[in-house]
């Protein structure tokens, strides 16, 4: 997959033209699947804010209300039931997942339950858009700081890229540069804190960080 990893998605001009340059077109005519589905793992997080995202409400601009030719939305939660032969084609169709916050580990489990962590690899011109917890899903840890699932096991992640990300860096009290500093300390590897006004992008193994904000590499 090409991935674009943003706190609070296409925020700026800066990461709609690399959202666009992964696309290979305008983003008027592309085909985007909504993932809710780590928002029902987070107590901030419910049906309001669920129908919000899938309905490109105002607070949704910068990301399901970018413009997209058509929305769909692919409940990771409802796929096991169905079966593979019908929801693995609307994937393959797909030219984007926009897939929104909540809890990683909780997404992290849904992707695999699914199948559709194990369908990623098949589809390399599949772009992945990912808004904190959706870009946080793609790590190898996020950190005990970031778990709100009472199930998850710990606080690994799918471990795509090599790097963990701590998102919304100054956005809340408790995201601070001081509480970046000890996150990235506990996870001992590669790590990026970004703001809303960053993303990275991840194609065929080069990182890129494109900012009209704040960010560190630890």
């Known amino acids: 997959?090409?991935?674009?990893?943003?706190?609070?998605?296409?925020?700026?001009g800066s990461?709609?033209?690399?959202?666009?340059?992964?696309?290979?077109?305008?983003?008027?005519?592309?085909?985007a699947l909504c993932v809710p589905t780590a928002q029902w793992g987070h107590p901030m997080c419910g049906p309001?804010?669920?129908?919000?995202?899938?309905?490109?409400?105002?607070r949704w601009r910068h990301f399901s209300g970018l413009g997209w030719q058509s929305l769909g939305v692919l409940e990771l939660t409802a796929l096991p039931s169905i079966g593979a032969r019908r929801w693995v084609p609307w994937?393959?169709?797909?030219?984007?997942?926009?897939?929104?916050?909540?809890?990683?580990?909780?997404?992290?489990?849904?992707?695999?339950?699914?199948?559709?962590a194990d369908l990623l690899p098949s589809l390399p011109d599949l772009v992945w858009v990912g808004v904190s917890a959706g870009s946080m899903v793609l790590t190898p840890r996020i950190g005990s700081y970031f778990v709100e699932w009472p199930a998850a096991p710990d606080d690994r992640a799918l471990g795509v890229v090599d790097f963990s990300i701590f998102p919304h860096l100054g956005a809340f009290p408790t995201n601070t540069?001081?509480?970046?500093?000890?996150?990235?300390?506990?996870?001992?590897?590669?790590?990026?804190?970004i703001d809303e006004q960053t993303a990275i992008t991840v194609v065929n193994g080069t990182v890129e960080v494109v900012s009209e904000g704040e960010w560190t590499k630890y």
């Open 177 to 193: 540069a001081a509480d970046a500093d000890r996150w990235a300390a506990d996870i001992g590897g590669p790590a990026y804190a």
């Open 91 to 116: 994937v393959q169709e797909a030219d984007v997942l926009l897939v929104d916050g909540g809890d990683a580990t909780y997404l992290c489990h849904w992707l695999r339950e699914s199948g559709l």
């Open 48 to 58: 309001a804010s669920v129908r919000g995202f899938v309905a490109a409400e105002p």
């Open 1 to 12: 997959m090409k991935l674009l990893l943003t706190s609070g998605g296409v925020t700026n």
């Open 15 to 31: 990461i709609h033209e690399a959202l666009v340059r992964l696309l290979g077109k305008p983003i008027s005519e592309c085909r």
